[in-house]
């Protein structure tokens, strides 16, 4: 028997803590099941993990970093991912044998496995990566938000050594999409973990039954439910939609303030605070299409980034004039 487990939150929040302390304790407690940690951070690339602008060809490393360690485990377990697709490709290949590696390490002979996923997993899309695998073959998923006030966070992650940027952190924080199990079910088995005073012992048992209890919810399988399937089209849709705006928007930004500096000079005293300026339009307009109903009527409507680049910059330009910005 197989279960995925989740841990997710801000960097500071004690994620990395917390699964250190179930996998040791499962370890060491239950004679039936092996618990592996995965340290996102340890595996993706450090130098374009929390870049703001992960676009072009850091953004693809980014993201088959993370489909790596899912494919790894998948071939440890399965042994349905060919690890051709890695194992002959120079940029990947040394990650996926360290994977190997480490899980073939832990994995001794007992009836569970439990991984045990570390990362800020703040993007629902991220989480739901994980949940596809484990649907795909009927294994057990759970997962657990460490809960922590973004102050908190900032002040623990300043005292690291490797430190997270305190904008990267609150920008986290400002799209960080929490579990919602009414609008996706797939979502039912997770458990908020408050670790705003560090006091995970007091926690532990419910968070040991929690673990454990995974291995008897197995994700439903893909025939089990259309509604599933539909959602899991509609969320990819979405993700792929909304930062395909993103950086349209950025783009626009950029051009603005290209045209800003023409006009004012480099050694304008003003241009730091009209970066701030068409920055709060770009994520203004996000927002609003986050929380728009027709959001799902404009991902069928502009396919073509063509015409989603109009449709973006006649708004942009619109909410530009509104702050007395003249771009023509």
Same mark, same amino acid.
């Given at each position: ?23 040791? @304790? ?32 850091? #953004? ?64 629902? &899309? ?35 050594? #490797? ?42 048992? @419910?968070?040991?039954?929690? @673990?454990? #209890? @995974? ?38 930004? &950029? ?49 073509? &980034? ?6 973006? #910059? ?15």
């Amino acid at each position: 028997q197989i279960s995925l487990l989740v841990i997710y939150g801000l960097p500071g929040a004690g994620k990395t803590s917390l699964c250190r302390l179930l996998s040791s @304790t499962l370890n060491d407690i239950d004679e039936q099941v092996v618990s592996i940690p995965i340290c996102y951070d340890s595996i993706l690339p450090k130098e374009i993990h929390f870049q703001e602008e992960n676009a072009g060809y850091e #953004n693809k490393i980014w993201k088959n970093t993370r489909q790596l360690i899912l494919d790894s485990i998948e071939h440890c377990e399965c042994h349905d991912h060919s690890p051709a697709t890695w194992v002959s490709d120079p940029s990947y290949s040394p990650k996926w044998c360290h994977i190997i590696e480490m899980i073939q390490s832990y994995r001794k002979v007992r009836p569970r496995c439990l991984y045990i996923l570390d990362d800020n997993f703040y993007y629902r &899309s991220m989480r739901y990566k994980v949940y596809q695998l484990a649907r795909k073959h009927s294994w057990g998923y759970g997962q657990i938000w460490v809960k922590c006030p973004l102050e908190v966070a900032l002040h623990r992650n300043s005292c690291r050594d #490797n430190s997270v940027t305190q904008s990267t952190i609150t920008r986290m924080d400002a799209n960080f999409e929490i579990a919602n199990s009414d609008k996706f079910p797939w979502e039912c088995n997770n458990l908020i973990f408050d670790n705003t005073y560090e006091n995970q012992d007091d926690c532990r048992k @419910t968070l040991l039954d929690f @673990t454990t #209890n @995974t291995f008897m919810k197995p994700a439903a399988s893909a025939s089990s439910t259309d509604d599933l399937l539909r959602e899991q089209d509609r969320l990819i849709c979405a993700a792929n939609f909304m930062y395909q705006a993103d950086q349209i928007l950025r783009k626009l930004v &950029s051009k603005s303030m290209q045209q800003y500096v023409r006009k004012v000079g480099k050694l304008s005293s003003q241009l730091a605070g009209t970066s701030k300026e068409f920055n709060k339009i770009r994520k203004d307009i996000i927002a609003d299409l986050r929380q728009d109903a027709n959001l799902s009527s404009y991902q069928s409507e502009y396919t073509d &980034s063509g015409q989603l680049l109009c449709v973006l #910059n006649r708004i942009y330009e619109k909410k530009c004039l509104m702050k007395g910005f003249e771009l023509r």
